[in-house]
């Protein structure tokens, strides 16, 4: 049953107790969907894709951050990407949203913190977008910021997160390897009653169907009842929402970043968008009452640049048919599901405000589970 038993093996060979926050899906065997994770196994596997954390944990109540996301190196502002949102359950405060549905663009870095933090992090993408050579004559920014309310374990009242961390985060940004758990926009959350936070995954499709890749990263903060890779973990560990002596809400929020390099206009990445809540319900997310999600997809082809200024009425671009759209809406939905799961074997145990705790997955509980739930029932 592809690697599960092999892994449990060698896990109890080395002696490992809990190892909460030991690493990845992958690295416990599990591998979901069909299609191929790229090199890293992430939003950077997208060419000039760069994440930045700014990770604030300080004294009892402070379990708070940043992290921002850059579609790729140079002046968004006036190459700006062709992008979309599209709202899961809109009990949010997402900065930013009109003028993307109303352009179809981007102009700045994606920025997720947490609720109260949304316009210190406004005021810090439109310093860093005026400071930038070629802006100085720029008279209106679109910052875009996304949060999760981490209020759980983080004194959110005492706004925490001020201008300097937010760029701190977006000018520490570089590709590569992709911290994930509690850390970033991701250090005080919460996911299916368990400690959440960021994770990330990708696939890259084959080179028949394009091969293009996708990369999404998630800030996860939300409930309903777990299943992985099909099993369902949140029944067998008696841990889920609307239990009556466990969780009596499954509120929260989610924020999910797609970026793929296909070249896609703002009509298909709202497709895609739609496409990554398919990836959380199959996580067992419900999208609560309560609960503020929001999937913003973005094109990094570099042909389909939306210029802030040019001489000429007019601006080509490339665009992807829709009949091949739909390999992309399954790398999308496999990378979304890959990502929140990551988020969560990634997270560690943290004690945050008023001494709240919120426990780490079991991960060794949880192997034995899927272990249990022969390969032909997990999909």
């Not at 400071?131 to 009242?157: A, C, F, H």
């Not at 609307?242 to 929260?252: E, H, K, L, P, Q």
């Not at 929140?340 to 145990?349: D, G, K």
């Amino acid at each position: 049953m592809k690697k599960f038993a092999l892994v449990i093996l060698l896990l109890l060979l080395a002696g490992t107790s809990g190892f909460a926050g030991s690493g990845r899906a992958r690295d416990c065997g599990i591998e979901i969907g069909v299609l191929k994770p790229g090199k890293l196994n992430a939003i950077t596997d997208v060419s000039g894709v760069r994440v930045g954390h700014t990770t604030l944990v300080s004294g009892e109540d402070i379990r708070t951050g940043v992290t921002a996301i850059l579609p790729y190196t140079g002046n968004i502002y006036q190459m700006k990407v062709p992008a979309a949102i599209h709202i899961g359950n809109g009990f949010g405060k997402l900065a930013g949203y009109s003028q993307v549905k109303e352009l179809g663009n981007l102009e700045t870095p994606i920025v997720l913190t947490n609720t109260l933090s949304v316009p210190a992090a406004s005021e810090a993408l439109i310093t860093y977008t005026l400071s930038m050579k070629g802006n100085e004559n720029v008279r209106s920014v679109n910052p875009l910021v996304g949060e999760t309310n981490d209020s759980w374990l983080n004194d959110i009242r005492g706004r925490h997160v001020r201008e300097e961390h937010v760029l701190s985060a977006i000018r520490n940004a570089k590709g590569g390897k992709v911290r994930e758990g509690n850390v970033g926009a991701g250090t005080g959350t919460i996911c299916f009653g368990y400690k959440g936070g960021i994770g990330t995954a990708s696939r890259v499709l084959p080179a028949s169907l394009g091969g293009y890749t996708v990369g999404v990263l998630v800030q996860t903060n939300f409930g309903g009842v777990l299943q992985i890779d099909g099993v369902p973990v949140g029944e067998e560990l008696g841990s889920y929402s609307f239990r009556s002596d466990i969780m009596n809400s499954a509120d929260g929020s989610c924020m999910i970043v797609v970026i793929a390099d296909a070249p896609l206009c703002a009509r298909n990445l709202e497709r895609v968008a739609k496409r990554a809540m398919m990836g959380l319900a199959r996580t067992g997310g419900i999208a609560s009452n309560g609960s503020g999600d929001y999937v913003i997809a973005l094109s990094t082809a570099a042909e389909n640049f939306v210029p802030h200024s040019d001489e000429g009425t007019i601006y080509a671009s490339k665009v992807l048919r829709n009949d091949d759209m739909s390999a992309i809406f399954l790398a999308t939905i496999e990378a979304t599901e890959e990502a929140i799961v990551n988020s969560l074997f990634a997270a560690e145990t943290m004690t945050g405000r008023e001494g709240h705790v919120v426990e780490a997955l079991p991960l060794e509980r949880v192997l034995e589970i899927m272990k249990k739930y022969p390969a032909g029932t997990q999909k």
